[in-house]
């Protein structure tokens, strides 16, 4: 049985047969209509979401499936009660086949899947990673260019925080021939691990800017993202940063022809309305491949789950040495946004690439020895 909790529990193939299946999706749903005929999905959200969560649930029933959806957990489920992750986990797991999870801790995901007994899905964990946003990037990158190697690609805006920025450079990494321009404030910046166990060891080309002005006519794509208001501890520091770049009519001129441009939404002033009729402008696009590679991707968990019901990957601990547990019990993560911080009952679980610097599985920050 696997889990989707980040974006590289996929290699580079499975990403490309996913695509190959969502376009076919796309082009016949007819063929798939009845393909998990007898399976529940559960959506188990405690952020808001729009696209993610209905894309799910359209996903599974264009699939032929039914689902069960608690759109604001925090305060509808028994988590108001004091009920952690994995209990809840636990319990979701008897009446579904496959859940998605959204929650603002980092890592409660993993935390799920751990201890949970079905297929999990991370559709979003904090500041941390969104690998199935991530998906339905790939899949519009792809279309739009026929390709995935050699892109130079922008990404600019928040991220520090915007999960979707780490997982979809995770998923780069696997690509060749990749030019990432990092446009941010000082203040958001990429966290330095992702720069750490991602960029470095796949020695990724890139470069960190604070304009877009300076470097819009070198892309391929252009990733815009929002200020993630939420996640700011000081409401004055986003009321400072939240309009730090705009794309509009004005600077689309200086963008290549062939230029994509690309949004996880929800944006809020960082692409004006009159960039939407501008025929690169593809984050529209973008949402509705988001749902057929939703859709896909159920289709290979369930298969999976089917093939294999009691082997268990945790992906992350899967491409990474994992520390004994004895060893692992003697730490604690430090981040107080991590879901071992604040449910004391997850066990630690930390995984090193080089054998000498440990990181905390459920978040990816670095373990002080
Ligand atoms: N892109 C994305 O995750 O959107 P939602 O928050 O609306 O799900």
Known sequence: MRNLLDILDLNREELQRLIE???????FPGKYSHTCEGKILATLFFEPSTRTRMSFE???????????SMADAVSSSSAKKGESVIDTARVISCYADII?????????????????????INAGDGGHGHPT?????????????????????????????????????????????????????EELALPPYIIDTVITPNHMDYIESRSLEEHIGEL?????????????????AYERLKDSFILDRSLMESAKDDCIVMHPLPRVNE???????????????????????????????????????????????????????????????????????????????????????????????????
């Open 271 to 369: 692409i004006a309305p009159e960039v939407d009729e501008d025929k690169r402008a593809c984050y529209f696009r973008q949402v509705a491949n988001g749902r057929f590679m939703r859709m896909a991707l159920i289709k290979m968990l369930l298969e999976e789950a089917e093939k294999n019901p009691a082997e268990k990957v945790i992906g992350l601990a899967s491409r990474a040495v994992r520390m004994p547990e004895a060893e692992a019990g003697k730490h604690r993560c430090a981040n107080e946004r991590c879901v071992t911080f604040t449910e004391p009952s997850t066990e630690p679980i930390f995984v090193t690439d080089d054998g000498e610097h440990y990181r905390c599985a459920y978040c990816d920050k670095a373990l002080a020895l």
């Open 220 to 236: 391929d794509a252009i990733y815009m993202t929002r200020i993630q208001q939420e996640r700011f501890d000081d409401p004055s």
């Open 133 to 185: 946003q991530t998906l339905a990037d790939l899949m519009t990158i792809y279309s739009e260019k026929g390709r995935m190697d050699n892109l130079t690609i922008g990404i600019a805006g928040d991220l520090k925080y915007g999960r979707t920025v780490h997982s979809l450079i995770s998923a780069l990494s696997l690509f060749d021939g990749i030019r990432l321009v990092l446009i941010s404030p």
């Open 100 to 120: 998605a999870i959204r929650h603002f801790k980092e890592g409660a995901a993993l935390a799920a899947a751990d201890k949970g007994t079905v297929p999990v």
């Open 58 to 68: 359209s996903a599974m029933l264009s699939l032929g499936g039914g689902v069960i």
């Open 21 to 27: 299946t969502a376009s076919d999706m796309k082009e």
